[in-house]
């Protein structure tokens, strides 16, 4: 494994309420992502970060926010959950240098909006 | 903007058969391409990527720029290809990775 910790594995929310998705890497990458997964959509990218502070939006941002303090952290909130965003989230990181530094994946976070 | 087509949802074929998985791209600059895998409801794990011109577990794919297209290919398949395979491609900053929608690869014995 790439040394990144997705939490938590599985969420369950109502409709309206805020969460946040946390991923942990001890691999000191600069590059962090976070990707949703869902049929026939593939994957797609939500927000990245190309260093502490340093983020920008994927293609399918709206609704989200992220936040990275610290190298290491890379948290995904969604402001108000919706059904729309009851997916598979996955993060993955990426040393850079184009590639010869391909993105590795964590273990996905289940999220289930009621 | 890059795009990534996986034509086909699923694909059946038998142990021992060969295997192609089809991938085109369409962008306008020189591009960077992976294949990655997906074990049922696992992690995606990297399986190939162009500029290093392996062969993982059997499988081999060729960056044909005129057709655009990266296929991924393996002569004998086996059980345990049986998996989620997408196709991306790595454009523009950010070390970002455009992904195809996938295809679920099923072995049969």
């Known amino acids: 494994d790439a040394g990144i910790t997705q939490s938590p594995r599985h969420k369950v929310t109502e409709t309206g309420t805020p969460v946040t998705l946390r991923c942990h890497q001890t691999?000191?990458?600069?590059?962090m992502y976070w990707y949703r997964q869902d049929p026939g959509h593939g994957l797609r990218l939500i927000h990245y970060s190309y260093g502490v502070k340093d983020t920008d939006k994927g293609e399918v941002s709206d609704g989200y926010s992220v936040s990275r303090s610290k190298t290491e952290d890379f948290l995904l909130t969604l402001e108000s959950a919706t059904s729309s965003q009851t997916s598979v989230y996955f993060c993955?990181?990426?040393?850079?240098?184009?590639?010869?530094?391909?993105?590795?994946f964590g273990n996905g976070t289940r999220l289930t909006v009621t | 903007a890059q795009r990534v087509t996986q034509p086909e949802k699923l694909l059946s074929v038998f142990k021992g058969a060969p295997v192609e998985l089809k991938c085109n791209y369409s962008y306008s600059g020189s591009p960077e391409l992976f294949w990655y895998v997906q074990y049922s409801r696992q992690r995606l794990q990297l399986l190939l990527r162009?500029?290093s011109r392996e062969s993982i577990k059997g499988f081999t794919a060729d960056l044909n720029k005129g057709e655009t297209s990266f296929h991924l290919k393996k002569p004998f398949a086996q059980e345990e290809d049986s998996a989620m395979y997408y196709c991306?491609?790595?454009?523009?900053?950010?070390?970002?990775?455009?992904f195809g929608t996938g295809t679920q690869l099923k072995v049969e014995l």
């Open positions: 691999e000191n990458h600069r590059y």
């Open positions: 993955a990181i990426s040393e850079g240098g184009a590639g010869d530094s391909p993105l590795h």
């Open positions: 991306a491609l790595m454009a523009g900053g950010g070390n970002k990775l455009t």
């Open positions: 162009h500029i």
